[in-house]
């Protein structure tokens, strides 16, 4: 099946600094979803992808879909204590099996006061 | 709109035993996932349920099994526990399978 490569796997950031995670795949996607998932609760939708090339932004948060449609880029701008948590990307792939949502295993993010 | 409502939010079972877990899911929403969350591996997905059939299944074991009702409430059931059953159980909903899934707070599990 399809597989997902998010990294890095874990983050240790300043207070006001910038954030990218970026994910990689195997195979084309159709769609790009990123979450965000607290301690002790479900992933919350940050932002959705729908087109090769779209840009879309939420607030201090930037998501790119890539040209490639194999790949999706997230940027946290000027970071604070409250994007702590753990970033999810996914995607439904082309072809058989893609009413399937894959995940990648995550992006743990640490924020310095 | 309420969100998806999983039930109970923490279980504490014994080896052998069985469990069921609920899910509400958003109002019109049809689709219902549902996936097993682990520290090292991630969120595997167990399996997807619309209109009452299930169309997908990970690779789980015969022992993870799950329901949807009339009224898109789903359910799944664990039997035989084991210790690696241990873990967050996340439902998502979504109005079908290529629409966004939206998540529930999950049912942490802890198998003794």
């Known amino acids: 099946g399809q597989q997902l490569n998010q990294s890095p796997q874990s983050m240790f950031i300043q207070e006001g600094e910038d954030v990218s995670m970026n994910c990689t795949s195997s195979?084309?996607?159709?769609?790009w979803l990123w979450y965000k998932q607290d301690p002790g609760e479900g992933p919350v939708l940050l932002i959705a992808?729908?087109?090769?090339?779209e840009l879309t932004s939420n607030g201090r948060l930037t998501a790119q879909f890539g040209i490639t449609r194999k790949d999706s880029f997230l940027n946290i701008s000027a970071s604070i204590p409250s994007d702590v948590g753990i970033y999810f990307c996914a995607g439904h792939a082309t072809g058989a099996g893609s009413y399937q949502l894959t995940f990648g295993k995550g992006t743990k993010l640490s924020v310095i006061p | 709109k309420a969100g998806v409502t999983q039930t109970p939010r923490y279980l504490i079972k014994t080896r052998g035993q069985q469990v069921t877990l609920s899910c509400s899911p958003i109002?019109?929403?049809?689709?219902v996932s549902w996936y097993q969350q682990t520290p090292g591996q991630g969120l595997q997905f167990l399996f997807e349920y619309f209109s009452e059939t299930q169309r997908n299944k990970g690779n789980f074991p015969g022992r993870f099994s799950g329901r949807q009702f009339s009224n898109s409430r789903s359910e799944m059931n664990v039997s035989t526990l084991e210790l690696g059953d241990s873990a967050l159980y996340l439902c998502?909903?979504?109005?079908?399978?290529?629409?966004?899934?939206?998540f529930g707070a999950g049912t942490r599990l802890s198998v003794l």
């Open positions: 992808l729908y087109k090769a090339g």
């Open positions: 109002s019109g929403h049809r689709s």
């Open positions: 195979s084309i996607f159709n769609t």
């Open positions: 998502a909903s979504s109005l079908d399978q290529k629409n966004i899934q939206y």
